[in-house]
């Protein structure tokens, strides 16, 4: 199966891609967190540290950079075949892999 996002997360783990034409960019949102219910209320006591997240989306755009938001850190991609894959060495909570066209 052609999947256009592929990404490698725990069950908890939540990942949202939009498109930005206007800036020329995709924004991958990765999220995980493990929601523990106490009574009437969902709570998240722990934030592990997630590492080593494998990505991959298909897409027809010459991905130009890859880099986590909003930290600006850079990250080594490769673009085959229509698709680009990378891996997130490690986030909390949430991170935002940039992908500039």
């Known amino acids: 199966e052609d999947k256009v996002l592929d990404v490698k997360l725990m069950s908890k783990g939540r990942a949202v ?16 967190a493990t929601p523990i219910r106490r009574g009437n209320v969902t709570v998240i006591e722990d934030l592990p540290d997630i590492y080593n997240t494998p990505v991959k989306i298909k897409t027809d ?20 075949d229509g698709y680009v894959t990378f ?10 892999a940039v992908l500039e066209y």
């Open 17 to 32: 891609m939009w498109e930005q034409p206007e800036k020329n960019r995709y924004a991958l949102h990765l999220l995980y």
């Open 87 to 96: 891996t997130v060495d490690k986030f909390n909570m949430h991170t935002i």
């Open 61 to 80: 755009k010459k991905i130009k950079k890859v880099y986590l938001a909003p930290e600006n850190k850079k990250v080594k991609f490769k673009q085959k």
